[in-house]
């Protein structure tokens, strides 16, 4: 607000508004904050499908594979060929065991396969998957509302 | 801002609001730049043969799997649906046969409670129509468009045709 003096003037802008609409940004940023982004690569254009609603309880102890378009697959942050994938999922395996407690039958792998990839290349990380121990799978899909 | 007297005058206690706002457009930046908006996603639950030989004969009890058969081209696109020997033209006539077998109860002693879907697909075929296929056989949206009818759960792979 502006107002004069008789010697001066002096300019103070009413910050309230201001403040107001940073908060309310704040706020918005902080709910639409997504703590599991890492698990979720842009590269992977998931196949959508009507029935695939989200899951009102998170999977217990979940091992995330990404496989690209390509067949290669996204796995802790690396790129790797499936065939070289036993060794990661085998240290995966024994952080589960060891660290987290966890009887390996209750890890559920969770393949989030492009949807352009053959399916023979997902069916074969499954099988890398099954050889280092792991028995469940889900299969991910994009919710098409 | 609050005032309070003084010696007769009323004095103009002012707030520095400059660190807060600071601090609040740091917040907003930092928000800003780790925004990612995904679209909710779903998981289709899959059992997967394992290699080793079967221990034990199969129960007489047990129905056999629906056998699916996805063919793909060349290309990895969808050349044919087959349930059975019976060829099938799309995903949404494939989920009316599975509706004609399961039938409509969704009971526990339900057919559909026991029913299994054996998916054999070819080597090439990409991934969307498996997952197609997969929304065809496990269940559809009733009819207020929230709320998923289940017709099959147990869902197996066979062992990719090259």
């Not at chain 1, 890890?107 to 997902?122: C, F, L, N, Y």
């Not at chain 2, 969704?106 to 969307?128: H, I, M, Q, T, W």
Request: proline residues 6%.
């Amino acid at each position: 607000m502006r107002y004069l003096s008789r010697q001066s003037f002096s300019s103070d802008p009413d910050m309230t508004p201001m403040i107001d609409c940073t908060f309310q940004l704040v706020i918005f940023f902080l709910l639409t904050l997504n703590f599991s982004s890492d698990e979720q690569s842009e590269l992977i254009r998931l196949p959508a499908s009507e029935i695939a609603k989200p899951a009102s309880n998170a999977i217990e102890t979940p091992v995330t594979l990404q496989v690209l378009a390509s067949g290669l697959v996204l796995f802790g942050g690396d790129q790797m060929d499936p065939a070289s994938l036993g060794g990661p999922l085998k240290r995966e395996r024994e952080m589960i065991q060891r660290v987290l407690g966890r009887d390996i039958k209750s890890a559920t792998v969770v393949v989030r396969a492009d949807r352009d990839v053959p399916t023979g290349k997902v069916q074969d990380v499954i099988r890398v998957c099954q050889n280092a121990g792991f028995e469940r799978f889900v299969l991910r899909a994009k919710w098409k509302q | 801002m609050k005032t309070r007297k003084s010696g007769g005058e009323l004095e103009k206690l002012e707030m520095n609001m400059t660190p807060m706002i600071d601090v609040c457009f740091q917040l907003i930046i930092f928000f800003m730049l780790s925004l990612r908006l995904y679209s909710p996603e779903g998981d289709f639950n899959v059992k997967m043969p394992v290699a080793a030989p079967r221990q034990t004969l199969p129960d007489d009890t047990q129905t056999p799997p629906i056998q699916i058969r996805l063919r793909s081209d060349r290309h990895g696109n969808l050349a044919g649906i087959q349930m059975g020997q019976r060829s099938v033209a799309n995903f949404a006539e494939l989920r009316r046969q599975v509706l004609s077998i399961v039938g409509a109860d969704r009971g526990p002693a339900a057919a559909s409670s026991n029913a299994e879907v054996e998916l054999d697909c070819d080597y090439e075929l990409k991934f969307e129509y498996v997952i197609d296929a997969l929304t065809a056989v496990v269940g559809y949206l009733a009819d207020d468009r929230q709320s998923i009818v289940h017709l099959i759960d147990k869902i197996r792979f066979t062992q990719p045709k090259k």
